[in-house]
């Protein structure tokens, strides 16, 4: 090869990628835009949106680059007079900013305005107003889904402490006798780890060396197996995240002893932690990842730790139970720029943080999957199930699915062979999770196959359902059924029913497709379902021949 032929071939990757990134419809025939979610990230005092070190711009950045199929639709909003870079004025992605902003002005706020709230509060006083925390409890309860955060002591307790679920998720003040969220107390929350010093210093917090969270596992019976997943906010496309940045005091989440109380406020009322829609156990809120203090750490000229644990992120599944899902971080230090992309003016590699190094990158970008994760989960049912459909789309048209499917052009969908539908199954799952995580690949298809009747059929599957684990009974069989198969061989259905369905579309109409889709995949479940059972109903028989023979002899 020439080093013309190279250098064209080369133009020819970057016009490429040039047009995945800013003109997919150009590059994909079958390219069907993404889910608008409206986003409002709400800070005070001094944090901002902006370069400094104190600013929230990384992580900005990260979610207004987010990835297909989500097009996170930025407001910006200070609780203070800030403009500039604060609020990153030269940056034409952000849709709109709001200076001066409270929650309580239908000019800045109002339930139908934004799809998800993100607070990062440090201000400790003086705390938002009644009809605030009134107007954030309806937006709530009304489906929309919320991310707070504070630092140690009592920093973001102005807007945090009174807002329902909020309140009870997270420590808003450091707590007595122990001084658990102090600043430089044996038991403060220290995550710093050691990085290329001699000794502890409070500057590690900027370097390439992340503390080590433990996630929550969540456990799903598959056959005579189980399996094994994160919460999906800690759901990366190498495995589960176990990286945090890291800083000398953090805040603490934790899981609420009373979740029967009702919030009274402004003459309203709101449950703060209401029944399941349908019954079932009561879903509450849980701490996903734990933080470890290592003892001994001074972070430079502070008092030396006490070795403990403590809840760095906290989540709340409000779908179930009809309201907007809820996330608390220990801190907004696992956010902004001085802990992710190193302290303005200090000395290498302090300067550039996770960037300074390709294993600190490597790291950051896990970190960063966390933020999009968290973006995409609180999302309300709505705008998730629009996600998942085009995850789906994407997935009908990937090169590796589209071959599978080829050998079922010309078959009717009910008579192809189930071991070819379970194939393509098991191949559109592999891609999926190669493209997004395990966690994804898992529940899309438990959100496709999902019938009313299932849940009976298949009580652990769902490895992220509440269980009430104390009235169960103990298992009374051998679980001969592993649901796996069943649930791929539904999915592979209906990856080949939409393609049948629209192989011959050169162009498809954006705005009639959800329905369409629909029904397509209502139908290729079905028929993949009804499969699945013939399929196991034969197996099921040649068992039964089988032991009989040998039982007769």
């Known amino acids: 090869m020439t080093r013309l032929d ?10 490429r990628d040039v047009l995945h990134a800013l003109e997919p419809q150009r590059l994909h025939l079958r390219w069907w835009r993404p889910c608008s979610v409206r986003v409002l990230l709400v800070t005070d005092g001094g944090l ?13 950045t990260t979610l207004l680059s987010g990835t297909y199929p989500a097009h996170f639709r930025i407001t910006l909003a200070h609780r203070r007079s800030r403009g500039g870079d604060a609020m990153m004025e030269d940056d034409g992605r952000v849709e709109r900013r709001i200076s001066g902003f409270r929650f309580d002005d239908r000019g800045h706020f109002a ?4 799809d998800q709230l993100w607070m990062f509060g440090i201000e400790s ?10 107007a954030v409890a309806e937006f709530m309860d009304a489906g929309g889904g919320v991310f707070a955060t504070g630092d140690h002591a009592a920093l973001g307790r102005a807007m945090g402490e009174r807002i329902p679920r909020v309140r009870s998720m997270r420590l808003w003040d450091s707590t007595p006798g122990v001084d658990e969220v102090s600043m430089g107390g ?18 590690d917090q900027s370097d390439d060396v992340p503390q080590v969270i433990t996630p929550r596992w969540y456990r799903t019976r598959v056959g005579l197996f189980e399996a094994v997943y994160p919460h999906p906010l800690l759901c990366g496309p190498d495995g589960a995240i176990t990286v945090m940045p890291d800083h000398p005091h953090e805040g603490e989440c934790h899981e609420p002893a009373d979740t029967s109380q009702v919030v009274d406020v402004g003459g309203a009322s709101f449950v703060e932690y209401p029944p399941a829609v349908g019954g079932g156990p009561k879903p509450v809120p849980e701490v996903i990842a734990t933080s470890t203090v290592l003892g001994g750490t001074k972070s430079g000229t502070k008092d030396a730790t006490q070795g403990h644990t403590f809840g760095g992120i906290a989540a709340y599944d409000g779908h179930l139970a009809g309201v907007g899902r809820v996330v608390t971080d220990a801190t907004w230090h696992h956010f902004v720029n001085i802990n992710l992309i190193g302290a303005a003016g200090a000395a290498p590699p302090k300067d550039s943080g996770f960037l300074a190094t390709p294993a600190g990158a490597s790291h950051l970008a896990r970190v ?16 998730l199930r629009c996600m998942n459909r085009r995850l789906l789309w994407d997935l009908v048209w990937h090169h590796r699915v589209v071959e599978a499917v080829a050998t079922t052009a010309e078959v009717d969908l009910r008579r192809a062979h189930p071991v070819l539908l379970w194939h393509i199954g098991k191949q559109a799952r592999d891609v999926l999770g190669r493209r997004t995580s395990a966690c994804q690949s898992v529940r899309l298809v438990l959100d496709l196959v999902w019938q009313e009747a299932l849940p009976e059929l298949f009580p652990e599957v769902d490895p992220w359902l509440p269980r009430d684990l104390e009235s169960r009974p103990a298992p009374q069989q051998v679980p001969w059924f592993d649901p796996s198969p069943v649930l791929d061989l539904a999915l592979g ?21 959800d329905e369409r889709l629909d029904e397509v995949l209502a139908r290729g479940v079905a028929v993949g379902l009804e499969r699945a059972r013939e399929s196991a109903r034969e197996a099921l028989e040649q068992l039964d021949a089988l032991v009989q023979r040998v039982t007769t002899r």
Not at 48 to 60: A, E, I, K, Y
Not at 125 to 134: F, K, L, M, S
Not at 186 to 203: K, L, P, Q, V
């Open 48 to 60: 901002d949106f902006g370069s400094g070190d104190f600013g929230l711009r990384t992580f900005v």
């Open 111 to 114: 339930a139908d305005q934004y």
């Open 493 to 513: 259905s209906a990856v080949t029913a939409v393609h049948q369905a629209f192989a011959e579309d050169e162009q498809v109409d954006q705005d009639s497709l």
């Open 186 to 203: 044996h038991r403060r929350n220290d995550t710093n780890r050691r990085g290329h010093d001699a000794a502890s210093t409070f500057d």
């Open 125 to 134: 006083a003086p705390g938002i107003t009644d009809r605030e925390v009134r």
């Open 368 to 383: 960063r999957t966390y933020y999009r994760n968290t973006a995409t989960w609180i999302s309300p049912p709505g705008l």
């Open 6 to 15: 190279e250098r064209e071939l080369r133009e020819l990757i970057d016009r």
